[in-house]
Nanobody, 115 residues
Framework: QVQLMESGGGLVQAGGSLRLSCVAS????????MSWYRQAPGKQRDLVAS???????NYADSVRGRFTIARDSAENTVYLQMNSLKPEDTAVYYC?????????WGQGTQVTVSS
């Protein structure tokens, strides 16, 4: 059974940094497409960043240049380094794994950026 466990969220002041981690259980992590999404209260869940099995990243325009996604296949972990945080980055951040057309989600971790 595939499980994803996010961590690293918290409360930070504007301009600060956080690093989110997502550890995946099960096999075939190295062949999985990994993504980070976020959902603010009353809003839809939006893609923040993704990374292919080959390590090619992609970012939403709103975070490009501030956030960095990375993966460590030896640790079955995907990271999201978030710098220069803004109040509008406040949301629950979710990790998603896609493998063989199946999507698996973590439970989410809260990120709150104060102004």
């Amino acid at each position: 059974q595939v499980q994803l466990m996010e961590s690293g969220g918290g409360l930070v002041q504007a301009g600060g940094s956080l690093r989110l981690s997502c550890v995946a259980s099960g096999s075939a992590f190295s062949r999985s497409f990994m993504s980070w999404y976020r959902q603010a209260p009353g809003k839809q869940r939006d893609l923040v960043a993704s990374i292919t099995s080959g390590g090619i990243p992609n970012y939403a325009d709103s975070v490009r240049g501030r956030f960095t996604i990375a993966r460590d296949s030896a640790e079955n972990t995907v990271y999201l380094q978030m710098n220069s945080l803004k109040p509008e980055d406040t949301a629950v951040y979710y990790c998603k794994r896609r493998y063989l057309s199946m999507d698996y989600w973590g439970q989410g971790t809260q990120v709150t950026v104060s102004s």
